[in-house]
Nanobody, 121 residues
Framework: QVQLVESGGGLVQAGGSLRLPCAAS????????VGWFRQAPVKEREFVAA????????YYADSVKGRFTISRDNAKNTVYLQMNSLKPEDTAVYYC??????????????WGQGTQVTVSS
């Protein structure tokens, strides 16, 4: 089992920044990567970014490329999503997940409870 806890969400003005940590515990060695997803009201959950535990390979959705950065601290078992130049359309509940290195939610076995990010215009 892997437990994931997100934090760092909140209300920010457009153009601002937030950093979301995802603290992982348990058998993280059983997973290849951590991904961030988001879900806005009445929308499907969408991929944001992912990073592999080993090697640190990263992948981003086109909508966040150049604005968001995913990174990991293996010693702390924590993955960070640095979000800059935030836009109102970034408003969503953000989830971190552990599993395979993929853009697809079905490839992730473990999920956090989510943290709300609201960007005001």
């Amino acid at each position: 089992q892997v437990q994931l806890v997100e934090s760092g969400g909140g209300l920010v003005q457009a153009g601002g920044s937030l950093r979301l940590p995802c603290a992982a515990s348990g058998r993280t060695s059983s997973t290849a990567a951590v991904g961030w997803f988001r879900q806005a009201p009445v929308k499907e959950r969408e991929f944001v970014a992912a990073v592999s535990w080993r090697g640190g390979a990263t992948y981003y959705a086109d909508s966040v490329k150049g604005r968001f950065t995913i990174s990991r601290d293996n010693a702390k078992n924590t993955v960070y999503l640095q979000m800059n130049s935030l836009k109102p359309e970034d408003t969503a509940v953000y989830y971190c997940a552990a599993g395979g290195l993929s853009r697809y939610p079905r490839e992730y076995d473990y999920w956090g409870q989510g943290t709300q990010v609201t960007v005001s215009s």
